[in-house]
């Protein structure tokens, strides 16, 4: 008996080796399919197939490590090296990886970005079909990529942190989708000279503070581009001057943790002690992984023989991780070279087939779309005056083989220019083609900016506030507070965190007592670091959770308006509608004192922020109307609440949390029939002050609201307003050319207002320069209720001098 025990024993061993084996081989199969798509990326670049290509070359073994500690539920969050990765844990094939090089439009073919991102940029799906969430505790996650220099850091913290809420808000259901019990962790990536960018050391501390399960692996090959880590950071390596940030027995911190790129047990093992020290302690890890190597340089734009000596690629071409990962499966005998030559001569047929079966994908819509351009041009050569000069535009389409989209319709557009002058049935159909796949392929460049959903915000209707016997007037903060709290306690999902959001109720006690009643971990404060603040939101929405990111300051928008441009509001549309993120960023501001605490830039905002929503409210009750809409929502928005407002009276509607303020409806605020008069805020009550002198002076206007600028008036209610005035004026306290100008051609351009124009459609602005401190610096600065008047009067002074008439100057 004990002799079977042992050969038994000995069996298992055995198969437990050959198991390891069997992984270790699985490994490096990876590690030479992704070494050899990046090879063969970077041949079809420079042979004019692809655009542009920035490869994970050199970054294979770590990314292999890495993979082995990701589980069902974990999240990335990392940049453009990270295909090993995706290809280890089954979200990358050979072919979608050229599919993304070649910008495949197809979501089927090319599941990242459906081409609108290039290759390296990786993702994968949180939504179902209708925009409904997956089961995201059921799969590996990927937060869609960006390519600005740590711009995946904020996120990052976000994504970590929701852990720490799943883990602790016992009110939000066990089995919810999103998280098991918060043992979920969130996977960073960066560069080490990207480190040197603010947003890394905004996120760094940050998590530090809040010590959520966050993993930054530095992909170290001791370059930045072409400038060496000499000129990057002190001390040429970010695990050293980090140091401080270390954990120990009287101070929380992070577990820090420096390997070697190209050693692979080291890695491993590195990879799960970081896994598990996040995983079960909601600590934050550093992994610094050192000695990496760039084989291809940065990307296909140049060579880095250019900038190293041959010392460094000599060195480079030793310790290569890949060619490290073969000689230590073979010293170890885990192989023999005949089996590793093997496995690599079939990996390259079988990236090269890959290549090919992604460029007939690519390739092969566009050639059917470029024969029926061929056919219906050809119909009308064979009609037209002037078929010299169309026949050769239709034989140089068809005898190409590689083309873009671009080459079909300059050719058709062509045809149809040359034929202005004609009439034939041919052309006509040429017409129609044109028409039906324009409208088709801009679907595939310009859909999905917001949500098509059922939830999408502009499908929120409207519910208006109630009113009865027992309503009072109160401080218009109050309206604020209350309707928070109602929301609180409907939605366990929701939660704010801001500077000064948490003990005091923020600056104007909005929320007031709401930490005292639903926690810290629901209501809470931050250090200054508005980066990270809407980096905590979106990343905590990508999450399932309702996070309201509170940005003090209208001004201080500017420290995340980078991430608010390039990562929130692009995230539905680089997706392709695959993930979303519904964070609602609060601020307040408008006609406030001083350059830094009173600008108003919100002309900057709305031209940045395209596929975001900005809100404009001119009152509490509207504001509040507003985060009741988008709590029924599944889109991202700004609310910038009116800071001179808090103080003012209004009536406490008694359906609080229940009242809804529409998306792009506008209010009209008083008849008129003279003049129509758009503006939106706290301007709108020196409008309104105005609007009572002028109707002494004769002059009856109208006044509107615009409540939302993003979307802007869906209904043309203004239009509407300028049929019956004939004229029109936009006042704002933004900056000559902001958003009164953005207003003013949604008017004049988009709701075609200017037949119906009696008088030039007029502007009347802030100065060009930020507002100069003071009451008076205000009146000097922005527009005045007398200034409003006066531009009004002038108006109606050009129409009717006699009626109207203007003192001599």
């Given amino acids: 008996m004990e002799k079977v025990i042992q050969n038994s024993v ?16 699985n490994d490096y199969k990876i590690a030479v ?10 041949r079809e670049v420079l042979t004019g197939k692809a655009k542009f290509g920035i490869f994970g070359d050199g970054k294979e073994l770590p990314q292999l490590a890495w993979a082995r500690s990701f589980e069902n539920g974990d999240f990335r969050s990392g940049y453009y090296r990270d295909q090993t990765f995706m290809m280890a844990i089954g979200e990358l094939s050979i072919q979608q990886f050229f599919a993304g090089l070649y910008g495949n439009t197809d979501i089927n073919e090319e599941p990242m970005s459906a081409g609108r991102q290039m290759g390296g940029h990786f993702s994968t799906h949180s939504l179902n079909e209708d925009g409904s969430w997956k089961r995201l505790i059921d799969q590996k996650n990927s937060s869609a990529d960006i390519s600005p220099t740590a711009g995946q850091m904020p996120r990052l913290l976000g994504l970590a942190q929701a852990s720490k809420i799943y883990r602790h808000n016992d009110l939000i259901a066990t089995d919810n989708g999103f998280s098991n019990q918060g043992n979920e962790v969130a996977w960073g990536t960066i560069g080490n000279a990207s480190t040197s960018e ?13 010590q959520v399960p966050m993993v930054i692996s530095v992909w170290d090959d001791d370059y930045g581009i072409s400038v060496h880590a000499r000129y990057q950071t002190t001390k040429e390596s970010i695990s050293k001057i980090q140091a401080g940030f270390q954990r120990n027995e009287k101070h929380d911190g992070y577990e820090i943790i420096v390997v070697k790129g190209w050693d692979y047990v080291a890695l491993v093992e590195a990879y799960e002690k970081a896994s598990k020290i996040a995983r079960e302690e909601h600590v934050p890890v550093l992994i610094h992984v050192e000695e990496l190597t760039q084989p291809q340089g940065h990307s296909t734009s140049g060579s880095h023989e250019r900038y190293k000596n041959e010392d460094r690629l000599n060195w480079e071409r030793e310790y290569d991780c890949n060619v490290q990962f073969r000689k230590w499966l073979l010293d170890n005998d885990f192989a023999k070279e005949e089996e590793l030559s093997e496995i690599e001569k079939v990996i390259k047929k079988e990236v090269r087939e890959g290549k090919k079966a992604a460029w007939n994908a690519y390739l092969n819509p566009i050639l059917e779309e470029r024969n029926q351009a061929v056919e219906l041009i050809n119909a009308v050569a064979a009609v037209s005056e002037n078929a010299v000069f169309i026949q050769p535009l239709s034989s140089k389409l068809e005898k190409e083989q590689e083309l873009y989209r671009k080459d079909i319709f300059e050719a058709v557009r062509k045809t149809l220019r040359i034929t202005l002058k004609e009439n034939h049935a041919s052309i006509t159909a040429l017409h129609q083609w044109l ?3 324009k409208a088709n392929n801009q679907q595939k460049f310009s859909s999905l900016l917001f949500s098509d959903s059922k939830t999408a915000a502009i499908n929120i209707a409207a519910v208006a506030p109630v009113y009865d016997e027992t309503s009072e007037e109160v401080d218009a903060r109050l309206i604020m507070r209350d309707n928070f709290d109602a929301l609180f306690a409907a939605h366990p999902e929701i939660m704010v965190f801001g500077e000064d959001a948490g003990k005091i109720g923020d600056v104007n006690q909005g929320l007031e007592g709401m930490q005292e009643k639903y926690g810290e971990l629901r209501v809470s404060d931050t250090g200054i670091r508005e980066a990270t603040i809407l980096g905590q939101g979106i990343g905590l929405a990508m999450r399932g959770l309702r996070p309201i990111a509170e940005i ?45 605490h009173s600008g108003s830039p919100m002309g900057g905002i709305i031209n940045l922020v395209r596929g975001i929503h900005v809100l404009v409210p001119r009152n509490m009750t509207q504001a509040a109307g507003f985060y009741n809409t988008l709590m029924a929502s599944d889109e991202p928005a700004l609310i910038v609440e009116c800071l001179n407002g808090y103080r003012l009276k209004e009536k406490l509607p008694a359906n609080l949390g229940k009242f809804r303020t529409a998306l792009g409806k506008v209010e009209t605020l008083r008849e008129g029939t003279d003049i129509t008069l758009v503006s939106y805020g706290s301007t709108l009550r020196l409008v309104d002050l105005a609007a009572t002198e002028l109707e002494r002076a004769g002059i009856s206007a109208e006044i509107i609201d615009v409540q939302s600028l993003l979307p802007f008036d869906l209904n043309h209610d203004i239009l ?35 037949p119906h124009l009696d008088s030039k459609p007029q502007c009347l602005t802030a100065q060009d320069h930020r507002p100069a401190y003071g009451t008076d610096g205000d009146y000097f600065s922005k527009p005045s209720a007398d200034d409003i008047f006066d531009k009004v009067y002038q108006i109606m002074h050009e129409v009717n001098p006699s009626k109207f008439p203007k003192h001599k100057e």
């Fill in 10 to 25: 000995k069996e298992s061993q055995q198969l437990a080796k050959e198991d390891f084996k069997e992984e270790l081989i």
């Fill in 33 to 42: 399919t992704s070494r050899e798509c990046s090879l063969l990326g970077r």
């Fill in 198 to 210: 603010g947003h890394f050391w905004e996120t760094f501390n940050a998590a530090g503070v809040l």
């Fill in 435 to 437: 028409s039906k796949n």
């Fill in 552 to 596: 003090q300051y209208l001004d201080y928008l500017l420290y995340c308006l980078q991430l608010m441009s390039d990562d929130l509001a692009t995230l539905q549309y680089r997706s392709a509608g695959k993930q979303k993120a519904p964070v609602i960023i609060r601020t307040r501001g408008h006609r406030l004192e001083g350059i830094w």
């Fill in 720 to 754: 509407e307003s300028v049929k019956k005035t004939n004229r029109l004026l936009v006042i704002d306290e933004d900056v000559p050319g902001g958003a009164s100008a953005y207003i003013l051609q949604k008017i004049v351009d988009t709701q075609h207002a200017w």
